[in-house]
């Protein structure tokens, strides 16, 4: 199975930072990589797809880059509303694994 | 508009046989595989599978295989995850989710199962 490992794992940050979370995988999963975001008692929203697409209507204070092994999620001007956790998730083979989440707290 | 509505919470004693819900509308279900995510309490997301409704093709993840089946109605646009025997371990919300290519765009509110004697 591939392993993602997301750092930090605990991040806390101000409004109107730029923060940047890494998900590194275990084996070459070129692109196929996606960026969830999770708030308290909801479904996870799907941020950035293929690495670096922004998903449709999702502000361009969020990117992704990387591609192999080696993966980040930019938020720039952090916004109060973009308080939450983050997951990546490889889509190469299965099983379809999550990193183990970022928890992104209002300093 | 794309929607994955699934059924209610469930409170179920150790030993009972459950089966939850995820009715998907707004897109042609039996053309797009749909994901079953599990996240235990205060915990992160794990990935228990997939199932492909034209042909109900299906891929566990070890951790679930055997453990539960995923299965489909095409006819209702619905599919399903079944257990035979619960576990306190299966406490935890379960999430459908639409997959799309290399993600998953639409995902439903999520079921709560709660496990407990």
């Known amino acids: 199975d591939i392993q993602l490992t997301q750092s930090p794992s605990f991040l806390s940050a101000s409004v109107g930072d730029r923060v940047t979370i890494t998900c590194r995988a275990s084996h070459d999963i070129s692109n196929f990589l996606a960026w969830y975001q999770q708030k308290p008692g909801k479904a996870p929203k799907l941020l950035i797809y293929s690495a670096s697409t922004l998903q449709s209507g999702v502000p361009s204070t969020f990117s992704g880059s990387g591609s192999g092994t080696e993966f980040t999620l930019t938020i720039t001007s952090l916004q109060p509303e973009d308080f939450a956790t983050f997951y990546c998730q490889q889509l190469d083979s299965y099983p379809y694994t999550f990193g183990q989440g970022t928890k992104l707290e209002i300093k | 508009e794309v929607q994955l509505v699934q059924s209610a919470a469930e409170m179920k004693q150790p030993g009972e046989s459950l089966k939850i819900s995820c009715k998907a509308s707004?897109?042609?279900?039996?053309?797009?595989?749909i994901g079953w995510v599990r996240q235990m309490p205060g915990k992160g997301l794990e990935w228990m599978g997939v199932?492909?409704?034209?042909?109900?093709?299906?891929r566990y993840g070890p951790s679930f295989q055997g453990q539960v089946t995923m299965s489909v109605d095409t006819s209702v646009n619905t599919a399903y995850l079944q257990w035979v025997r619960l576990e306190a371990s299966d406490t935890a919300m379960y999430f459908c989710?639409?997959?799309?290519?290399?993600?998953?765009?639409?995902w439903g509110q999520g079921t709560l199962v709660t496990v407990s004697s």
């Open positions: 989710a639409r997959q799309m290519g290399d993600y998953f765009d639409f």
């Open positions: 199932i492909f409704p034209r042909d109900s093709d299906t």
């Open positions: 707004g897109y042609t279900f039996a053309s797009h595989w």
